[in-house]
């Protein structure tokens, strides 16, 4: 069966729930520092004086966050493998290869899991660092504006420091940059470049098993919602490996002792990456390409625009700061204003699934549990 990052992507939400799960204790952790005794005259002087055991208690949240993060990557890594090799010996077996399928059984998986696994713990191994910095610069931020809001004459002290940690609850950790330049929160950063690993793992697999099998060209599926990216590459044939360039090749008919069929090649995997496919969140997938007998895939219907998934995205975001803003609230009045913008974006993604064709994710509109 074809294969895509999408094979793989459940598993990189899972370890994107630790961080987001981490996040949020860490928010519960400042908001419950901050609220006790707040209407103390020595609440200023208490917070900072209490620095020392908050700064603690979160190098404890983070310490327990990367040793399970750890494990958690380097499951997920194997497991995307695992159904890459498993994608690859079920269409092989289809394509009534199944004989060469079974010759092929045997590679070794441990050395590329180790070696992908390792990559992104290196990765995302700033972020960890990043996250104390980050949350302590928050509730040093939000003691010293409620401090001076009195003196100033424009809030009170519960209004300043909820309108401070508003702002840090509705951000998140933040900060992280890729490659392209591009910004993104803990939660975004982290399943994006978990998303990017375990998709290559499982792509790795399926077209190494193809390899080993004497597959040598895939193709790429036509997708819905595709960005202008990975566009170019829908429907085209690529060299499992070797070098990029367009190239007509004349090859034999798989099926068919004696008979050649021309092939019309766009390039190599290795190049269709470097131009875009299968970036974060590519729906495209490649399957065995057999010269004569393999048909271009039918396009799936298109549910919406590229513009419009990215829109849904966007809402799905929002819904979650909203409710990070719902869980840092320092009395009723900040939680029921919180838990109404909620709503509204919710009915904003009612209202964008209702005008399309594409499903709602309710699954991306949650908060990961508390640690």
Not at 160 to 185: E, H, K, N, P, Y
Not at 259 to 282: D, I, Q
Request: hydrophobic share 45%; proline share 4%; aromatic share 4%.
């Amino acid at each position: 069966m074809p294969v895509s990052p999408s094979t793989a992507e459940d598993l990189a939400a899972a370890v994107a729930d630790l961080y987001e799960a981490a996040e949020g204790t860490l928010l519960a952790r400042i908001q419950q520092a901050l609220a006790a005794d707040i209407d103390s005259p020595m609440w200023v002087a208490q917070k900072l004086a209490a620095v020392g055991n908050l700064q603690a208690a979160i190098q404890e949240v983070i310490d327990a966050l990367q040793l399970d993060a750890s494990g958690a990557i380097h499951q997920a890594v194997a497991e995307a493998y695992e159904r890459g090799q498993q994608a690859a010996v079920a269409e092989l077996g289809a394509l009534a290869v199944g004989q060469a399928a079974a010759a092929a059984s045997a590679l070794p998986a441990a050395p590329a899991v180790d070696r992908l696994a390792q990559a992104l713990i290196a990765d995302t191994g700033p972020v960890h660092l990043r996250i104390l910095r980050v949350t302590m610069d928050a509730y040093r931020d939000v003691v010293a504006r409620a401090a001076a809001a009195p003196l100033l004459g424009a809030q009170t002290r519960r209004q300043a420091a909820q309108t401070a940690l508003d702002r840090f609850a509705a951000r998140g950790i933040t900060g992280f940059v890729d490659q392209r330049g591009r910004s993104w929160d803990m939660r975004s950063y982290v399943e994006m470049a978990t998303r990017s690993v375990v998709g290559r793992a499982a792509v790795d697999a399926h077209t190494d098993r193809l390899g080993a099998a004497g597959v040598e060209l895939v193709m790429v599926s036509e997708a819905p919602e595709e960005c202008p990216l990975c566009r170019k590459w829908e429907g085209k044939i690529l060299t499992r490996a070797g070098a990029p360039g367009e190239r007509t090749l004349r090859l034999e008919h798989a099926v068919r002792d004696g008979e050649t069929v021309t092939v019309e090649v766009a390039g190599s995997l290795t190049e269709a990456r470097g131009g875009g496919l299968f970036h974060p969140n590519c729906r495209h997938d490649v399957l065995a390409y057999l010269p004569g007998v393999t048909r271009r895939p039918p396009a799936t219907p298109a549910r919406g625009t590229y513009e419009q998934s990215q829109k849904q995205r966007y809402l799905e975001r929002q819904i979650r700061a909203w409710k990070r803003r719902e869980a840092a609230g320092l009395d009723e009045q900040a939680v029921r204003a919180a838990r109404t913008r909620v709503r509204e974006y919710q009915a904003r993604v009612r209202e964008l699934v209702a005008e399309t064709a594409m499903p709602r994710k309710s699954h991306r509109e949650q908060l990961a549990g508390a640690r």
